[in-house]
């Protein structure tokens, strides 16, 4: 099977296109990304090279018609794994035009091309996001309806609704996964845990916002990858699946035990201003993909985090690369009200 993973440069496609080569010896992957902040081919480094014909690395721009359909009709794909996006909800509020670019009209011309050209399969990797904000009880199920707060999140379910109208009105074999925040090895250092990680392992500020008491559901990443080629393999056409961690944590509770794993002290929190409609509660119904298709996250949260920080730790010269270049001015307009 030939499947073409659009950004898998990133995190959590570098770590879906590893899986792949390690666990599905009869795939041939086109990773297809176009190297934006995110994308660092670093993270696939070990793998590139070892996995000769069975990996390619194309760039380019999921947005870009002529590109993709040059890439499509090269390689003649049976599935697309659409991973590639403008990821980080705060950016999304800094410039929401990029990401209606990459992840709304990037994925319709991934669609239609995909259509066009034969390809048997399209998995679209969204979002809990895309279903707002939870009060203190009750979960995301698949019937959840959308109502996204962010224009990151806006962009995803615009994207989940185009996904469904190809399959209406096409009958195109869709398949969609909507999971909750992921972490673990290869995540930007944008992102809450390695944000926390890597600023507590160099004695700098932990930026909390507001009160700290916003809620996320987390997942180890390879869990998450397992569960995408599960439904890519398995899933039923037209179906939507949500993938959750069952592992709730208030964000200042998260960042206590992140402290304490490191040996560090509390005093490095600061509470920042809140972000613009910042989302209180996720939590995911994990239920079906787990009653049909028999997945089950692996990794306790325990087991997960010490990896991971164990990975953080003995990969500072990843995140330090990127921490020094362009990623400086980001985080110096982001965190300009932090106390020092
Ligand atoms: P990431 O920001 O780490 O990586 C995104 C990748 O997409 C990068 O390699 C980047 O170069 C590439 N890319 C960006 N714009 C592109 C374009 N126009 N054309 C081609 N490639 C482009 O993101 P991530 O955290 O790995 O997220 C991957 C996917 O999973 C996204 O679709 C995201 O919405 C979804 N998701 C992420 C999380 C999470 O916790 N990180 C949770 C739920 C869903
Ligand atoms: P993030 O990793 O950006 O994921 P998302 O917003 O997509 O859930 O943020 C996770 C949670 O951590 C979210 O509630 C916002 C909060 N957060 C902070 O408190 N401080 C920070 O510096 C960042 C980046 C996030």
């Known amino acids: 099977m030939k499947v073409v993973v659009t950004g898998g440069c990133g995190f959590i496609g570098s770590n879906f296109v590893r899986l792949a080569l390690e666990t599905r010896p009869a795939w041939r992957v086109i990773n297809y990304d176009l190297l934006t902040y995110a994308g660092n081919p670093e993270n696939l480094a070990d793998v590139a090279g070892a996995a000769g014909d069975r990996y390619r690395f194309v760039r380019g721009d999921v947005a870009d018609k002529e590109a993709v359909q040059k890439l499509f009709e090269a390689e003649q794909p049976d599935a697309i794994v ?47 996001e895309v279903y707002g904000s939870l009060g203190p009880t009750g979960k995301f199920t698949e019937q959840t309806p959308l109502a996204p707060n962010s224009p990151y999140a806006a962009s995803k379910a615009a994207a989940d609704l185009l996904c469904r109208a190809a399959r209406h009105t096409f009958g195109q074999d869709v398949v969609v996964t909507r999971c909750s925040n992921n972490y673990g090895p290869y995540q930007f250092p944008e992102k809450l845990i390695p944000l926390m990680l890597s600023n507590a392992m160099s004695d700098q500020p932990l930026p909390v916002y507001g009160d700290g008491q916003h809620v996320r559901d987390w997942l180890h990443v390879r869990d998450h990858c397992e569960a995408v080629a599960l439904v890519l393999e398995r899933g039923v056409a037209g179906e939507v699946y949500n993938i959750g961690g069952n592992n709730e944590w208030k964000n200042l509770d998260l960042v206590r035990l992140l402290l304490k794993l490191l040996g560090k002290p509390e005093s490095l929190i600061r509470f920042v201003p809140d972000r613009p409609g910042h989302d209180r509660r996720y939590a995911i119904d994990c239920g079906k993909i787990e009653r049909e298709l028999g997945w089950r996250p692996r990794h306790t949260f325990e087991a997960g985090l010490s990896e991971t920080i164990a990975w953080y730790q003995t990969h500072r010269g990843w995140w ?21």
């Not at 999304?92 to 259509?115: E, Y």
């Open 82 to 128: 659409n991973f590639a996006a403008e990821s980080h909800v705060d950016r999304s509020i800094k410039d929401p035009v990029r990401f209606v670019r990459t992840n709304t009209v990037g994925t319709q011309v991934l669609l239609t091309l995909a259509r066009e050209l034969g390809v048997k399969r399209f998995l679209q990797v969204s979002t809990d």
């Open 320 to 340: 330090e690369r990127i921490k020094s270049g362009e990623y400086r001015k980001y985080y110096a307009e982001q965190y300009a009200t932090i106390a020092k």
